[in-house]
């Protein structure tokens, strides 16, 4: 079952393509790559954080942004999206974020980059950029220190593609505090009928807490 709030901006989301001008409509399509039920899962076992930075990697359409950050961050929040093209979609939703208050901040290049223009203070990190093997480990091993201890950072597709997988794979090895959530079923939106009992492929959607060295594992996600 999902949670009033995921469903609403789930809602929302896909209703902004009616606000686009009829004669740019087919310039726009609006799209949460996320295995929703696994969404709904992250969001009841973080709504409790308080989320003052949030950077996310991998903008593409802006889906996951709008969920996460309304879902997770305070307002007024700064976020930082990474996505080296000039989507859209993504600008339409990084304009409705900031006029609801949040500060936010595009970066049109790659995650490496993008790095040093990024905070060294993130309470909140989603990784969703390139997923071969090279490419997501890079973007673990150079931007999860700059999560702050006790913060969080959610890993997308940990199921389904190789290089997300194996890292998830090498996090449970190194006893780290990971969970992993995988659904098949998930509900889908067609813009504003909701469409429940649809069927899709389990992405794998990880959640890591960043623990100060030397702090045993507490499995508190």
Sequence with gaps: MLTREVEKLYREY????????YTQQHLYHFSINQNLEELNKVYKS?????VNV??????ASGGSLWMYANLLCEKGAEIVVIEPERRRELCFICNKLSQLGYKVKQ?????MMALASVSN???LLHIDGDHDEISVLNDFSFYFPKVEYGGYAILHDTD???????L???LETQNEDIVTYSCGDFFEFTKSNLVSGSKQCQCGTSVIRRRELGQQTTNSI
């Design 168 to 170: 998830r794979e090498s």
């Design 107 to 111: 970066i049109h290049q790659n995650s």
């Design 14 to 21: 896909y209703g902004f393509q009616l606000e686009v001008p």
């Design 46 to 50: 973080l709504r409790d954080e308080k």
């Design 160 to 166: 389904s593609f190789a290089g997300p997988k194996k």
């Design 54 to 59: 949030f950077v996310e990697i991998g903008g």
């Design 121 to 123: 203070e993130i309470d």
